[in-house]
């Protein structure tokens, strides 16, 4: 593709001299795991964010579980979400134990739609997990409000939303306890597999340490059961790297998202919709068309990269749909996943780029309606 949907490795260029300085610097150290860049990483990722700790683990995957692990969820409990995510969300309630029941998300901002939480409420009920997805926040406000009318915890999957803000607040310092992913294409993204999770209240944090290494103890002694997922020192020092830039680097991603909106908001084709309340980081650029797959053929043949995030909600999949209750009608949801498409949109993405995109999909409507 002459331009990728998303380019990890243009980031690592772009820091090139600071990563490879900080990645010498792990390997001389000889410490790999949970070393002194681990612990200065939780350290300046929580105080970015606004909460009072961070525990760096594996991935996001494990982030969510744990998370949710941590609040003591798992066999007959139930925890509401959204069908219309990355499968991981699901998979880590499923990993829990628990239940994953899904509400549709509201069509505007993609994210979980408040006003259903009411009807998927039950006796079982133990947490609400928003995404905000695409580096869009949801409506956190409502949300919080609602969990604490019923005794729910609010556990944030922040994985696609490193640095967004919703009503002044950063996403991941609203829930009680936060998720994120790093990805290597996330807005704050690691050479291979990592994630943290935030939260601010110290019995959860001593819970979660112990949790991601065996249940161990000070003295190496498991008080309750737990898992191997650590963050790595490597991962670690070029996260540190990465989160210094990280305000930059999604400012980059709304000006491009913004010119796109330039673009293509006179074409009539529908874009992500701004809201007030936030400031969202663009992690993707979702665009939405009835006939999206015409159109991913047509800019594939102009050599442009995109992706369909996600082509079959978490309740249709052959792996997951037996293990899910669905809340109502997801039909929102269900018309996502036949309509979106991710755009190119990443930090060093070349505004020239935006603009041979942008002119591509305004030749193939006008050749629809033509
Ligand atoms: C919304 C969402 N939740 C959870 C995850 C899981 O993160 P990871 O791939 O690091 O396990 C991802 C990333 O894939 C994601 O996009």
């Known amino acids: 593709m002459i331009v990728p949907q998303a380019d990890p490795k243009a980031n690592y260029l772009a820091h090139r001299e600071e990563i490879d300085a900080a990645v010498m610097r792990v390997l001389n150290a000889g410490a790999y795991i949970l070393g002194e860049e681990t612990r200065l990483f939780e350290q300046e990722f929580a105080s970015y964010i606004g909460q009072r700790y961070a525990v760096g683990v594996a991935s996001g995957t494990d982030a969510l579980f744990l998370a949710l692990r941590a609040c003591d969820i798992g066999a007959s409990h139930e925890v509401i979400t959204v069908a219309h995510t990355a499968v991981a969300t699901i998979a880590a309630i499923c990993m829990a134990g628990a239940t994953p029941v899904c509400v549709d998300i509201d069509p505007q901002s993609r994210t979980l739609d408040p006003n259903l939480l009411e009807a998927a409420l039950t006796p ?165 068309h009835a006939l999206r797959d015409l159109l991913r053929a047509f800019l594939a043949r102009r050599s442009i990269g995109t992706a369909i995030h996600y082509p079959l909600p978490a309740h249709l999949q052959p792996g997951y749909r037996d293990r899910i209750r669905v809340a109502g009608s997801l039909a929102n949801t269900e018309y996502a996943a036949q309509s979106v498409l991710s755009l190119p949109l990443y930090p060093e993405l070349h505004p020239e780029s935006v603009e041979q995109v942008a002119a591509a999909i305004r030749e193939w409507l006008a050749d629809q309606s033509a």
């Not at 928003?130 to 994985?159: K, N, R, T």
């Not at 807005?187 to 979660?208: F, H, K, W």
């Not at 190496?220 to 996260?239: K, M, P, T, W």
């Not at 000006?255 to 874009?271: D, F, H, Q, S």
């Open 124 to 288: 079982h009920t133990r947490a609400i997990v928003p995404v905000h997805l695409y580096g869009q926040p949801a409506a956190m406000q409502s949300i919080c409000e609602f969990a604490e009318q019923h005794g729910l915890w609010v556990i944030e999957d922040c994985a696609q939303a490193h640095g967004a803000v919703y009503q002044g607040r950063k996403i991941g310092a609203w829930g009680q306890i936060a998720a994120f992913s790093f990805y290597p294409t996330k807005n704050l993204g690691a050479l291979g597999d990592g994630g943290a999770i935030l939260c601010s209240d110290s019995n959860l944090y001593e819970r979660l340490k112990a949790l991601r290494q065996y249940g161990w103890d000070e003295g190496r002694i498991s008080q309750s059961a737990g898992v191997n997922s650590r963050l790595d020192e490597l991962q670690a020092a070029v996260l540190r790297v990465k989160l210094r830039h990280l305000d930059d680097d999604n400012a980059q991603r709304r000006n491009l998202a913004a010119r796109y909106m330039e673009l293509l908001a006179p074409v009539g084709i529908a874009l992500p919709k701004q809201d007030a309340d936030s400031i969202p980081v663009f992690h993707l650029y979702v665009i939405q």
